[in-house]
């Protein structure tokens, strides 16, 4: 069954320090990765993809993410954490032979401190 | 610009009273979904229309119906509204012909149960 996994719950930065969030998932298949965004009370907003070709992937507001086909992982990063990217973050996985079938990781909470 | 509006932002109604939340789009997708979010938890797919075509999730209960009057937009019927029903609930749409772009998604509406 395809399926992502983010393993943290919660990650805490000092503002200014770099930052990952990880995803890692099970795909049967070419999988096409995302990530999205969730502040308070607002619905997802998309931050990247992954589809084929570079590995890393470059991203809304200086967002990254690395894709590692041998680890099967597909981390965010930030190189310098804003305060206002305390948000909720999700990584999602489409099977590329099912156009409508995504799922979603569990979220990771990012809180970075001032 | 082109988005998901969700109508209304909140909703209150009472246990067992019928509600029914909306969405629209101005993006011309021609698949729009339907999730519910509880507590900062993975967005849960319900049901989506491929064009006019409706795919219900095998696990949405029977309580919860979509209609789909035009591309632009998608009801969510909650017949008989449970304590548990309570939720954010997310509409999203996507282009169905092709697989790797990413869904868009309004808002949401938080519903309460009193």
């Known amino acids: 069954a395809q399926s992502v996994a983010q393993p943290e719950d919660q990650v805490n930065v000092a503002e200014g320090n770099p930052l990952t969030v990880k995803c890692t998932y099970s795909?049967?298949?070419?999988?096409?990765l995302f990530w999205y965004v969730q502040y308070p009370n607002r619905g997802l907003q998309f931050l990247l993809k992954?589809?084929?070709?570079?590995?890393l992937v470059k991203g809304s507001y200086g967002f990254e993410a690395e894709f590692n086909k041998s680890q099967t992982s597909f981390h965010l990063k930030k190189p310098s954490a804003l305060v206002s990217d305390s948000a909720l973050y999700f990584c999602?996985?489409?099977?590329?032979?099912?156009?409508?079938?995504?799922?979603f990781g569990a979220g990771t909470r990012l809180t970075v401190k001032p | 610009d082109a988005m998901v509006i969700q109508n209304p932002r909140y909703q209150v109604t009472q246990f067992g009273k019928p509600v029914t939340l909306s969405c629209s789009q101005t993006?011309?997708?021609?698949?729009m979904y339907w999730y519910q979010q509880k507590s900062s938890q993975a967005p849960k797919l319900l049901f989506h229309?491929?064009?006019?075509?409706?795919?219900n999730e095998a696990d949405t209960p029977d309580n919860f119906q979509s209609r789909r009057p035009n591309t632009s937009f998608c009801f969510l019927d909650i017949r008989s509204p449970g304590l548990g029903d309570a939720a954010m609930y997310l509409c999203?749409?996507?282009?169905?012909?092709?697989?790797?772009?990413?869904?868009?998604f309004g808002d949401g509406t938080r519903l309460s149960i009193l």
């Open positions: 229309y491929y064009d006019k075509d409706f795919n």
């Open positions: 992954y589809i084929t070709g570079d590995n």
């Open positions: 999602a996985v489409r099977v590329s032979y099912n156009n409508n079938d995504m799922r």
């Open positions: 999203a749409t996507s282009r169905g012909d092709i697989s790797n772009q990413p869904q868009h």
């Open positions: 795909v049967s298949g070419n999988p096409y």
């Open positions: 993006l011309n997708h021609n698949v």
